[in-house]
């Protein structure tokens, strides 16, 4: 019996699993999922700061196909023996995907253990417990990019927010296009944004920045940076600056592994390669986990084709905005993208416990849910 194994059990890893018991059928082939919890924890919800809305129970979705969840934390990787270690137990596979998904960068600063983060639904279960149901708390947020604007902005309501950028301009990362509208709701919600500022070390009662100069909070959120799972280092392939494995059309590392969402590197056009997010994690999925399968079946093989470029960015109470193509033309902004970034939240969430709605999810690449 010839096996897929599939590490990670985010959306590129869920949904390389329903990929590939699509492509399955009625053959033997075993699928199996390697994964340490027992939930699907959907990170683009996290800034809500509502963990259990956030996770989704991987039963609901693998075992009405037949995907066997086989709950360990995955430390090593043998390319050439062709297995993989998680736990006290060594695992065989004939086609691997690596879907272990990105962390945090973690701060090294004196004082990191006092630092928060919502990278995870642990971290926004600590944060919340922290913050409770205060309202009138001071947070500082380090770092401008998605991450911090969205928690920056849902905090606003709540308290007073200082945003810290080490960059000369808020949202570097994003471009100029959608920055007319995001300074604008800063400065709507309150949130006073300090440019050119980093933290030197963290107190429990705030930050000392690089200046000598201290700011007291509550709460210091770190959102500076991600980077794929290290896991990547174990698999002799060529790797970018983010520690993502450089992938071919099919998705294909090199021989029997394959790559998906934020540890692959995939390109998806002539110029650019996918960003981390479940706008690329989810079709890069959907194409690895069929691959994996259809590469053992003797199957054609799909090209990964995903839907043009987008972003949405949740700006609070300020409403949101929505931007398209690689320089961020802003194409929607307020009310009216508030509404689409609601719609994307929910559609992010899998089909549960129906094994047809989940099959025919996965054999659909295209994240369309507007229009």
């Known amino acids: 019996m010839s096996e897929v194994l599939i590490v990670g059990g985010g959306f590129a890893g ?14 033997d082939l075993r699928i199996t999922l390697v994964a340490p919890n027992e939930d699907m924890v959907l990170r683009p919800r996290l800034h809500k700061l509502d963990p259990e809305w956030s996770r989704v129970a991987l039963k609901r979705v693998l075992e009405p196909i037949g995907v066997t969840h086989l709950r360990a934390e995955v430390t090593g990787i043998d390319v050439a023996g062709s297995t993989v270690t998680a736990g006290d137990r060594s695992i065989g596979y004939d086609r691997l995907v690596l879907a272990a998904g990105s962390r945090l960068v973690r701060a090294t600063l004196p004082g990191a253990e006092h630092l928060f983060d919502i990278d995870t639904a642990d971290g926004v279960a600590r944060l919340n417990a922290h913050l409770g149901n205060r309202v009138g708390f001071t947070a500082v947020v380090i770092g401008s990019g998605f991450t911090g604007l969205e928690i ?11 945003l810290l950028e080490r960059a000369d301009v808020v949202a570097p990362e994003l471009g100029p296009g959608p920055r007319p509208v995001i300074t604008a709701a800063l400065a709507e919600l309150g949130v006073e944004v300090r440019l050119e500022a980093s933290a030197a070390s963290v107190t429990g009662r705030g930050v000392v920045l690089t200046d000598g100069s201290e700011v007291q909070a509550d709460a210091v959120i770190w959102t500076a940076g991600m980077r794929a799972h290290p896991m990547t280092e174990q698999i002799p392939a060529e790797r970018d600056r983010l ?82 193509g690689w320089d961020r033309a802003v194409a929607l902004t307020g009310q009216q993208a508030k509404e689409l970034k609601g719609t994307i939240l929910e559609v992010i969430h899998p089909p549960l416990d129906d094994a047809d709605e989940i099959l025919a999810q996965a054999g659909r690449q295209s994240n369309e849910v507007a229009g």
Request: charged share 20%; glycine share 10%.
């Open 243 to 324: 520690g993502r494995l450089e992938v071919d059309r099919h998705l294909r590392v090199a021989g029997d592994v394959f790559a998906a969402g934020d540890v692959a590197a995939a390109l998806v056009d002539a110029d650019h390669h996918g960003v981390q997010s479940c706008q690329f994690a989810t079709p890069m999925g959907k194409v690895a986990g069929h691959n994996a399968a259809a590469d053992l079946l003797g199957l054609p093989l799909v090209e990964f084709a995903p839907d043009p470029y987008v972003t949405c960015l949740d700006l609070g109470a300020a409403g949101a905005v929505f931007t398209t």
């Open 152 to 162: 920056a902005t849902e905090l606003a309501a709540r308290g007073r927010v200082i």
């Open 14 to 27: 869920v949904w390389s699993a329903a990929a590939a018991a699509r492509v399955r059928g009625d053959s």
